[in-house]
């Protein structure tokens, strides 16, 4: 059931370009629609085919290649890379999901003329992101975001725009003229050596960029990217790429410029001619969305492995059987149902991996135990135009991706995006929607706030930096809590995957592989990178040893 949440990452700065509830106050909406096909009648079994036979009733023990726990993005991401480009090592391979439909924290949601996400809002266009895209039928449902629009930080009572590359660097106003030439002086690798110790995001940050790129940049995007704290968040297992600059070139400038030679002798093989067109446009863009919202993937991953997802399907143990393979038994509609497989890929959270883990390895769960997910807020709330403060307007519409609030400058909300700015129809004629997302590790107070209370702390936010204070009240098109919102890639956090991983190892669980957003990283287009790795990690484990 694991997803990335958040993707307020797309109002991050470049790095290397410097170097449902009556509230009394607000109006809401009538009852709304999911948008969450179920890809099977989850009263009825349908089984799999095995060698062209179909295994018979729930009771029955039926055998798969891979049996995939959790249907989240990454879960179905990784049965779909196995049915492209593996189908013939594992042609049997079974999602199964705990509930009642697929896409774990992907929600898109309709009503009254309003399209709204309550988890992740868009992706960037990598080529595996838009691979598994094409693969899935929704070519021609990619919606693509605006290139040029501006991003903004909060900074000292004004919306100021981020540098998008390093031409804006000179212009913009965010840092000042020292703030910009320590930071230009420690990318060319006049700064602190590093320490021996795994540093920290912000003492990264503060070390090779100064303290004005962090505060004013860093540490908003922390917040919108992992809801983090920049202070505790692993600078190499948060920001590798990044982290890895100043590694293999020295600084992150040497880093940069090594890079780019490398990329130049190795040069990546042609895209796929299949795709052109669409990558083709893609040059140009840096963001997409999918025309009715982001469960579309999910839904049509679905669709196209039909009756190999289980919906409702709680797994209640698995065990290790003599012969290599494992033994999954389920909690389903129909009753008890066990399932044999050759291997099998835990996509869960990290906590419930734990529980589930726990009777083959004691020590693995223990390791997976100790990540933590801080809880989210995600508030999706409508103004009329009107409303916009004038000194927010180009060309007299509101544009931009949206803005990051630094937690410096008294602003409760971690940031906001111009969800109907971005895309086409997402709001009436005359309105505009802004998603908002606030909690997060510097302020898990939020699950016990009501949901009154948290559409009544964004709007008191809005109106210090977007909306006029004397605007009317806000519609509420949704509030949704996420108690354990996005996995947090601490200092350490690598150590605990190894611990987990070497612990499995050493009870003999080969063919048992760990996956998903604590794995890969949280972003979306991370979630399904991460999908094509595990599944070429089970295709390898598949092809060298034979069931038995």
Known sequence: ??????????????????????????????????????????????????????????????????VIVGGGISGLCIAQALATKHWDVAPNVIVTEA?????????????????????????????????MVVDSGLR?????????????????????????????????DLMSTGGKLRAGFGALGLRPQPPGNEESVEEFVRRNLSDEV??????????????????????????????????????????TFKTIQERSKNPKPPRDPNFAGVFQHQRAKLLDLLEKGLTMLPDAIATRLGSNVKLSWKLSSIIKLEN???????????????????????????????????????????????LYYPPVAAVSISYPKEAIRPESLIDGELKGFGQLHPRSQGVETLGTIYSSSLFPNRAPTGRILLLNYIGGATNPGIVSKTESELVEAVDRDLRKILINPNATDPLVSGV????????????????????????????????????????????????????????????????QYAYK
Request: glycine share 10%; aromatic share 10%.
């Open 1 to 66: 059931m694991t997803s990335t949440f958040t993707d307020l990452s797309l109002l991050r700065p470049t790095i290397p370009s410097l170097i449902p509830s009556s509230f009394s106050k607000f109006t809401t909406h009538r009852p709304f629609k999911l948008r969450c096909s179920l890809t099977e009648d989850s009263t009825t079994f349908i089984p799999f085919k095995l060698n062209g036979e179909a295994q018979s009733s729930a009771g029955d023990s039926a055998t798969a290649d891979c």
């Open 99 to 131: 509930r009642d439909r697929v896409g774990g924290n992907i929600t898109t949601l309709e009503r009254d003329g309003y399209l709204w996400e309550e988890a992740p809002n868009s992706f960037q266009p990598s080529d595996p992101m838009l691979t």
């Open 214 to 255: 962090f505060e004013r940049l860093i540490e908003p995007f922390c917040s919108g990217v992992y809801a983090g704290d920049p202070s505790k968040l692993s600078m190499k297992a948060a920001f590798g790429k990044v982290w890895n600059l100043e590694q293999t070139g020295g600084s992150i400038f040497g880093g």
């Open 480 to 543: 949704r809590v996420w108690p354990q919102a996005i996995p947090q890639f601490l200092i350490g956090h690598f150590d605990i995957l190894d611990a987990a991983r070497d612990a499995l190892k050493e009870k003999g669980l080969q063919g048992l592989f760990l996956g998903g957003n604590y794995v890969s990283g949280v972003a979306l287009g991370r979630c399904v990178e991460g999908a094509y790795e595990v599944a070429s990690e089970v295709t390898d484990f598949l092809s």
């Open 324 to 370: 290599g393979g494992y033994s999954l038994t389920y909690e389903t509609p129909e009753g008890l149902v066990s399932l044999l497989s050759k291997s099998v890929v835990f996509t869960v959270p990290s906590h419930i991996a734990s529980t589930l883990l726990h009777p083959l390895s004691p020590t693995a769960a223990d390791a997976l135990s100790k």
């Open 140 to 172: 021609e449902d990619l919606v693509l975001g605006d290139p040029n629009a501006p991003r903004f930080v909060f900074w000292d009572g004004k919306l100021r725009p981020v540098p998008g590359k390093p031409t804006d660097l000179p212009f913009f």
